[in-house]
């Protein structure tokens, strides 16, 4: 998806229109312990077009001065984003900083949309004529608090996007290892390439694709790294500040069908461990949990029975994820994870046909029978699976209402008995159907 970055100086409302173009849709991840909503990056849609939005002015460059911040700022946004919303305010006027802002905005090519904010009632529209002079043509008067012009300023982005290129589709399994710094991200990317045989690609790829390196195990299966740059191009300025590796993990697992979410045995598990882990199961990717370093504990016959116990503990809501324990130093179990994310890929895309499905669910209600309230039975006429990556199911019922959360947890695991998903969360709607 075409990502959008707002940018432009503090106070401007970069945050307030960002949260008026995301919606709704940012507060999904919320009801899992120990994930903490990141109110930077969010998936947005307008009119059928999905994108991915960045907030640079919430990410945190550190206790750098003004002007660097504004830079860096300005800098991620530039290399990020598809299409570049500079944000000015009508209250203020065409300010210093804004115009610091559009030196550096110069110096790219991609689109860059002028648009003003706070411009909350009619009167404030004769201000906007000032912005000509920052030269991004014609500035869009929109007001985050009020929520006026927005769908104008949409219009606009998905406007500038870039034009979708025929790609034929990537059969390869795209996976990222996930993690916060030094759990040995780059140890094992580097472990796995020497394993490996890298498929050099002279094709020109845009500056995101790049980063990513295809390779082919010993079975011929082909294999995508998704780089979760950091790992790969070390030495940016803006590297080390934590919110920015935030928002490329984010981004690398909406582009990878299965994650490594990889954990530094030495270390134990930590609070950062769980944020990018949420991301990855709300987002419905195909997890993996790494257990890296495992050279660096004193193993008795109980250590890693011990550390599954915690994994499934502090990890509660991942009890569908393999775990696997490997060192990235002296490799061991390492040749195992290629056919682990390989099988896990293949659960992701899984199809069920309908009339296996249908024994499996009629099955499962006849020997546990459904919820009632107030007398009202539920009841169970079809289920049918209508999307792969994560799989999902529709069950038609006579009422959703009645759908209680731990009976959809047994028919969940009625399903997860019969046909292997391991690795991949799966999801259930009901339908109502009279
Ligand atoms: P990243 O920040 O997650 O990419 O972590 P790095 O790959 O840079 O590794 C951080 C440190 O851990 C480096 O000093 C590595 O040499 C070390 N390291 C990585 N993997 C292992 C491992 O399996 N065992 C041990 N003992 N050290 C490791």
Known sequence: NPVVAIVGRPNVGKSTIFNRIAGQRISIVEDIPGVTRDRIYAKSEWMGQKFNMIDTGGIDIGDEPFVTQITEQAQIAIEEADVIVFLVSAKEGVTDADEKVARILYQTDKPVILAVNKVDNPELRAEIYDFYSLGFGDPVPVSGTHGIGTGDLLDLICKAFPKREAVTEDQTVKFSFIGRPNVGKSSLVNAILGENRVIVSNIEGTTRDAIDTKFVTEDDTEFTMIDTAGIRKKGKVYESTEKYSVLRALQAIDRSDVVCV??????????????????????????????????????????????????????????????????????????????LIKRVNANHERRIASAVLNDVVMDAIAHNPTPTDNGKRLRVYYATQVAVKPPTFVIFVNDPELMHFSYER?????????????????????????
């Open 410 to 434: 047994f028919l969940e695991n009625q399903i997860r008995a019969a046909f292997d998903f391991e690795g991949t969360p799966i999801h259930l709607i009901e339908r109502r159907r009279k």
């Open 262 to 339: 990889v954990l530094n045995a030495e270390e134990g598990i930590r609070e950062q461990d769980k944020h990018v882990a949420g991301y990855a199961h709300e987002a419905g990717r195909g997890i993996i949990i790494v257990v890296n370093k495992w050279d660096t504990l004193k193993k008795d016959n109980h250590t890693m029975k011990d550390f599954e116990n915690l994994i499934r503990q502090e990890f509660q809501y991942l009890s569908y994820a393999p775990i696997i324990f490997v060192s990235a130093k002296t490799k061991q179990r390492l040749a195992n994870l290629p056919a």
